[in-house]
C-alpha cells in the first residue's frame, strides 16, 4: 500500500459528484502532480483527500491508517498539511507569528522547526518580523508552506503553490518543494505550470472531468505525444 492511498473517490457538492472514481497515491518521500485542464477537479480532488469534501465513495489511507471519516484537523494530528491556493496566510500578522500558528498543535519544542524553515527559506528569516500582508505573493507562499511544516507533517498538499509568482518564484519554489521531499516528506501538489510541475514529478495524475485520464511517472507523461498534444502545449 502506499502511504498516501486515495481510492476510488467518488464526490461533489450538494446532488452533483464532481470526482468519480478519482484514486490518488504518493510513495513516502515522493512528489506527485495533479494537472488537468480548468474545472478537471483537481482541486476538488485535493479538498477529499484532506476531508473537506465528504465522500459518496472510496477511502483515503495515510500511512497504512484508513483516515476517510476523520475531519481534516484530525488529519492535520495524523500528519497531512494542506496549503490552499488563495487566503493562506495571516495577513495582520508577522511572518514569525504566522509561523508560530503552525505550530498550534505542537506540545514540544518548536524551535527547530522554526530554525529548518528559516534555512529553507532565508527571506523569512531577514523578514520575521514584517506582516504577511505586506510581502510580496511568493514570499507569502513561503510563509504559507513554511506554516504547514510548522505541524510536521508526513504529506505535504500544495494547492497550486505557484499561482501568480514570477518564472523566477517558480523555479525557486519548486526547488524548495524537492528540498522538501528530500528530508522524507510526501508532497501532493495541483500545479497549473503542468510542463514544469512534471519535470520534478515522480507520479503525475492527468484528471480529466474528475476521473484519472492518464497516470505515469513525470518524465514518462512528459514523453507522451498526446499528453503533450492535449494538456502541455505541444
Known amino acids: 500500500m502506499s502511504f498516501l492511498d486515495a481510492s476510488n473517490m467518488t464526490g461533489g457538492y450538494g446532488v452533483s459528484d464532481i470526482l ?12 506527485a502532480v495533479i494537472v488537468g485542464p ?20 472510496g477511502s483515503v489511507t495515510l500511512d497504512g491508517e484508513d483516515i476517510t471519516a476523520l475531519s481534516p484537523q484530525e488529519r492535520v494530528r495524523k500528519g497531512m498539511g494542506f496549503v490552499p491556493q488563495v487566503n493562506n496566510v495571516f495577513p495582520t500578522m508577522t ?3 504566522n509561523l508560530e500558528m503552525g505550530a498550534y498543535i505542537r506540545e514540544d519544542d518548536y524551535r527547530d522547526t522554526m530554525e529548518q524553515v528559516y534555512e529553507l527559506f532565508p527571506i523569512l528569516r531577514e523578514k520575521r518580523h514584517q506582516h504577511a500582508g505586506e510581502l510580496s505573493g511568493g514570499q507569502r507562499q513561503q510563509v504559507a508552506v513554511g ?8 504529506l505535504l498538499m500544495l494547492d497550486e503553490p505557484t499561482a501568480g509568482v ?8 519548486f526547488d524548495r518543494i524537492i528540498e522538501v521531499a528530500r528530508t522524507g516528506i510526501s508532497i501532493l501538489m495541483v500545479e497549473q505550470n503542468a510542463r514544469q510541475a512534471l519535470e520534478i514529478a515522480d507520479t503525475g ?8 485520464k492518464y497516470t505515469d511517472t513525470g518524465a514518462a507523461l512528459m514523453a507522451d505525444p498526446e499528453v503533450r498534444r492535449t494538456f502541455l502545449g505541444g
Do not use: W
Open 20 to 31: 468519480h472514481d478519482c484514486t490518488l497515491r504518493v510513495e513516502k518521500g515522493q512528489i
Open 38 to 57: 480548468n474545472g478537471a477537479g483537481k482541486s476538488t480532488a485535493m479538498k477529499a483527500v484532506f476531508g473537506m469534501l465528504k465522500l459518496r465513495g
Open 95 to 97: 511572518v514569525e507569528e
Open 147 to 154: 506554516r504547514a511544516l510548522m505541524t510536521k507533517p508526513k
Open 166 to 173: 514570477s518564472p523566477i518564484v517558480m523555479d525557486e519554489l
Open 205 to 212: 495524475y492527468v484528471l480529466v472531468q474528475g476521473a484519472n
